[in-house]
C-alpha cells in the first residue's frame, strides 16, 4: 500500500520560510516522478514543483509562481521528498500535497497546510 505523508506545513509570516517533507512508504522516491501541488481556497489544484524519478540525473521543474523562490529535492536513503520554500507570499498560501507518478499509477498525500500571513 503507498502512503505519503506531508508534514512541515504552519503559519509564517511574508518573507519567511517553510520546508515541507513528504515520506513516502510502498513506492521508492527514486525511481518514481514526484511532485508537490498546491490547492488555495476557491482555485484548482496546481502543480508548484515536480522533480523525475528513474535516471541517473533529476530534473526539476518549477511553476512561473515559485521559481527562484522554491527548491525541489530528494533524500533516496529516507525515501523523502522535500520542497523548501523562501521569500514567502501571501498567495502562496494553500494546502501542499505530494504526488508520485509511476508510470499510470497516480498517488497522494492528505496534504499540509501553508498559511503565510502577518
Known amino acids: 500500500q503507498v502512503q505519503l505523508v506531508e508534514s512541515g506545513g504552519g503559519l509564517v509570516q511574508p518573507g519567511g520560510s517553510l520546508r515541507l517533507s513528504c515520506a513516502a512508504s510502498?513506492?521508492?522516491?527514486?525511481?518514481?516522478?514526484m511532485g508537490w501541488y498546491r490547492q488555495a481556497p476557491g482555485k484548482q489544484r496546481e502543480l508548484v514543483a515536480r522533480i523525475s524519478g528513474g535516471g541517473s540525473i533529476a530534473y526539476a521543474y518549477y511553476s512561473a509562481s515559485v521559481r527562484g523562490r522554491f527548491t525541489i529535492s530528494r533524500d533516496n536513503a529516507k525515501n523523502t521528498v522535500y520542497v523548501q520554500m523562501a521569500s514567502l507570499k501571501a498567495e502562496d498560501t494553500a494546502v501542499y500535497y505530494c504526488?508520485?507518478?509511476?508510470?499510470?499509477?497516480?498517488?497522494w498525500g492528505q496534504g499540509t497546510q501553508v498559511t503565510v500571513s502577518s
Open positions: 510502498g513506492i521508492l522516491v527514486s525511481i518514481s516522478n
Open positions: 504526488n508520485a507518478n509511476l508510470g499510470s499509477d497516480q498517488y
